[in-house]
T-cell receptor, first 112, second 114 residues
């Protein structure tokens, strides 16, 4: 069965520090991978996606993610976090059969 | 502004009552989705539709029904609400149905069933 794991429920970083949010997936074929961000009281917004090709993908707001097939991972990174990045982050897998599986989310707190 | 609207924003409902959550998009997307978001469980797909007149079941469809009479609207109905359906419900759409499509999300409906 397909699944998405985000092992970190909550992360706190200082403004200006680097960030890495972890995502592991379980899927038999090459997955379609996404990272979404949810600000408080809002719906989800796409940050970036990976389908094929270059394993390092760039997204909006200075985020990037790297697909590592050997580790079944798709970790999200940002070199320097801004206070406005505080939000909930979701990793998702698009699977055959028109199913989508989201991770449980990682809540990011940014301290000044 | 193009996007997805959901109504109501929030609702408190007595158990056993019928409730319809509304969702409208103006992006002319073919595919639409309903998710529920629960703490510690993330988002789970309830139902989806790939075009007007066609719907499909997601991961957690029991207790919910949907219809797709036209491209723009995709209402979600709880025929007889139960407390376990207390959740935040998100409607989403994408240009086409398919695992590779970016989904665009509405602002959500917070539903409390007592």
């Amino acid at each position: 069965a397909q699944s998405v794991t985000q092992p970190d429920i909550h992360i706190t970083v200082s403004e200006g520090a680097s960030l890495e949010l972890r995502c592991n997936y379980s899927y038999g074929a090459t997955p379609y991978l996404f990272w979404y961000v949810q600000s408080p009281g809002q719906g989800l917004q796409l940050l970036l996606k990976y389908f094929s090709g270059d394993t390092l993908v760039q997204g909006i707001k200075g985020f990037e993610a790297e697909f590592k097939r050997s580790q079944s991972s798709f970790n999200l990174r940002k070199p320097s976090v801004h206070w406005s990045d505080a939000a909930e982050y979701f990793c998702a897998v698009g699977a055959t059969g028109n199913q989508f599986y989201f991770g449980t989310g990682t809540s990011l707190t940014v301290i000044p | 502004i193009a996007g997805i609207t959901q109504a109501p924003t929030s609702q408190i409902l007595a158990a056993g009552r019928r409730m319809t959550l509304r969702c409208t998009q103006d992006m002319r997307h073919n595919a639409m989705y309903w998710y529920r978001q629960d703490l510690g469980l993330g988002l789970r797909l309830i139902h989806y539709s790939n075009t007007a007149g066609t719907t499909g079941k997601g991961e957690v469809p029991d207790g919910y029904s949907v219809s797709r009479a036209n491209t723009d609207d995709f209402p979600l109905t709880l025929a007889s609400a139960v407390p376990s359906q207390t959740s935040v419900y998100f409607c989403a759409s994408s240009p086409e149905l398919g695992a590779y499509n970016e989904q665009f999300f509405g602002p959500g409906t917070r539903l409390t069933v007592l």
